[in-house]
């Protein structure tokens, strides 16, 4: 109770500080809110906001437990996870934070998945979307569109090692109910049925469906335009104000006591707070580009405190905990961190440098238009589904196969 209590007077104190900082910068406070709004209007909008909107007309329709059904045989064994998870990866990973936690919330409410696996899923689907990856990063930051291939390996292939390595975290009596439960086939027949049955429960018509689903998607994306244009102000007091170099410099400190060049404190603290700056220091960060490189995959598996805190607000209407989803960040952004590492020389060859393209460096709402943006996210969603499907027919010709030598 004392600890609690403690922690509301630490959070009223730091809040009355940095109101006195942007009562002290008004003109960098505005020009920061501004950018925050350009950088929501311009790719966060136009990258979710659709995709939140056509996820919950497919859950509506029962189209997520069609392919939750096809799913399930893939996902159970390797995940531990309803074959529903199997969506959520793939909208999670073509469209970015914060979508897989506003999916995995959803199913949790609607009791198709337990607390567990709702935390688990959410852990190690929650990424950076691909356009972001390729267009601002590798490209815009890097100058380097040969970096996307290994920024993706990275990143993307740590967080599914990461959910492999969680569904070791099932609690037993989970583990023994799914044990129990018989191996679903793959079945056409069954994935229609629960289509249809799921849409028979839902009940709405297909307006007032629609209606519902963009009303939702424009409070959460409010929230999160709100959560965006918070942070950008706060990153910039703590910049002018220069409380952003003094945590840099006890960075230095530390990373000089584990053999790291301390110059990557910057880059570091300013992926702490934000991703988009983070990644744009490391890129300029005078070390070698192999570590420009895992820095950056360190600093978009992190995701910055902006996308907690936005996965935070969606979590909080859930039982679903905040802290397993914190130890998550860490351990994916180690772990894409140390496979940029293992990758390089198979990726990027023996070169120990970027190519220069003379592509400038450009800000995200720069590098895509919001056409193109929705497109290729949406490409990358049908892809994953593609994948996805291609594994279970590998498996179906695989039993098909064992039967036939039985038969033999």
């Known amino acids: 109770m004392k600890l609690k209590h403690l922690q509301h007077i630490l959070l009223i104190l730091l809040l009355f500080m940095l109101s006195i900082l942007m009562f002290y910068y008004p003109d960098s406070t505005w020009k920061s809110g501004v950018r925050g709004l350009a950088i ?77 696996q709702g935390e688990r899923l959410v852990s190690f689907t929650t990424s950076s979307d691909p356009i972001f990856l390729i267009g601002a990063v590798s490209v815009g930051f890097f100058g380097n569109p040969k970096l996307a291939l290994t920024l993706a390996l990275a990143h993307y292939g740590s967080g599914m090692l990461l959910g492999v390595f969680l569904r070791f975290t099932t609690p037993k009596e989970e583990k023994m109910n799914m044990q129990n439960e018989a191996a679903r086939k793959i079945s056409l027949k069954q994935a229609f049925q629960a289509m249809h049955e799921a849409r028979l429960k839902d009940g709405r018509s297909v307006g007032l469906l629609l209606q519902q689903a963009v009303t939702s998607s424009l409070q959460l994306m409010t929230v999160v335009g709100g959560l965006v244009l918070f ?73 910055g405190l902006s996308v907690h805190a936005q996965v935070a607000s969606i979590l909080n209407e859930t039982d679903l905990r905040y802290t397993p989803f914190l130890l998550a960040r860490l351990i994916h952004a180690f772990l894409a961190a140390f496979m940029v590492t293992l990758l390089w020389r198979f990726t990027m060859g023996a070169s120990s440098s970027f190519i220069n393209l003379g592509i400038p460096v450009l800000n995200p709402t720069e590098y895509m238009s919001k056409w193109v943006i929705f497109t290729t996210s949406l490409s990358w969603f049908m892809y994953m589904i593609g994948i996805m499907l291609l594994l279970l027919l590998l498996k179906k010709m695989k039993q098909i196969i064992t039967t036939l030598k039985n038969i033999q």
């Open 231 to 303: 942070f950008s102000v706060i990153l910039e007091v703590l910049t002018v104000s220069g409380i952003m170099s003094y945590l840099a410099h006890g960075l230095e400190w530390i990373l000089a006591l584990i053999q790291l060049p301390p110059n990557l404190g910057d880059s570091l603290i300013g992926g702490l707070f934000e991703v988009t700056l983070g990644a744009k220091a490391a890129a300029t960060t005078a070390v070698s580009p192999m570590l420009q490189a895992a820095v950056a995959a360190f600093i978009l598996s992190w995701g």
């Open 40 to 116: 929501w209007w311009d790719v966060l909008f136009p990258s979710l906001f659709p995709f939140f909107v056509i996820s919950e007309v497919m859950l509506g329709f029962g189209i997520v437990h069609f392919l939750g059904t096809l799913l399930d045989p893939l996902m159970r064994p390797l995940f531990r996870i309803p074959g529903s998870g199997g969506f959520i990866v793939a909208m999670g990973f073509a469209s970015g934070y914060p979508m897989s936690a506003k999916l995995t919330a959803k199913l949790r409410k609607d009791n198709l998945i337990t607390r567990s």
